[in-house]
Structures are given as structure tokens and as C-alpha cells.
């Protein structure tokens, strides 16, 4: 059975940095995408960046430039470095890895202080 399993979130003032990481448990054969999302607070959740197999990305314009994504395929493990941090960026963060389905992480907290 996969599993993804993040970590990496916590609690930051306005302007600092975390990074994050979610990595799969099990076997999961040709990951197509990986990605990050985020759910507000009392909202929908929303895409943040995805990155594909070769390296291509795509990024929410709220967090262009001050996000990267990045994934290491030996490890099935994809990255969400986050800089200048702002309150509203706060949210529970999941991972999402796309091959023959979807598969979603339990999510992390991310919690901006002001």
C-alpha cells in the first residue's frame, strides 16, 4: 500500500522559511507529476506548484518567486522550499503524486505569524 508521508511544517514569523518534503512508502511505478496544495483556513483547497517528470513547473501566481518545487525521483520524494512567508500563505499543505491515479498526503500544517 503507498502511503505519502510529509513533514517539514511548523510555525514562522512573517518573512522566514520552511521547507517541505513528502516522500512515498511502497512502490509506485513512472510518478508522472508531483505537486503541492494548499487549504486555507475556511477555504478550498488550491494548487500551489507542480513539477513533471522532466522537470517542468508551474506555480500559483500568489507564491511565484518565493516557492520552489523540486523532486528527486530515486527517492520519490518531492520538495516545496518556501521564502518570505507572509501570513496568508498559512494552510495545511499536501503533497499529491500522479501515476496511474492520484495519490495524496495527510497534509501539514503551515502556520505564518505576523
Known amino acids: 500500500q503507498v502511503q505519502l508521508v510529509e513533514s517539514g511544517g511548523g510555525l514562522v514569523q512573517a518573512g522566514g522559511s520552511l521547507r517541505l518534503s513528502c516522500a512515498a512508502s511502497?512502490?509506485?511505478?513512472?510518478?508522472?507529476?508531483m505537486g503541492w496544495y494548499r487549504q486555507p483556513p475556511g477555504k478550498q483547497r488550491e494548487l500551489v506548484a507542480t513539477i513533471s517528470n522532466g522537470g517542468s513547473t508551474n506555480y500559483a501566481e500568489s507564491v511565484k518567486g518565493r516557492f520552489t518545487i523540486s523532486r528527486d525521483n530515486a527517492k520519490n520524494t518531492v520538495y516545496l522550499q518556501m521564502n518570505s512567508l507572509k501570513p496568508e500563505d498559512t494552510a495545511v499543505y499536501f503533497c499529491?503524486?500522479?501515476?496511474?491515479?492520484?495519490?495524496w498526503g495527510q497534509g501539514t500544517q503551515v502556520t505564518v505569524s505576523s
Open positions: 499529491k503524486f500522479t501515476s496511474s491515479w492520484d495519490y
Open positions: 511502497g512502490s509506485i511505478f513512472s510518478i508522472n507529476v
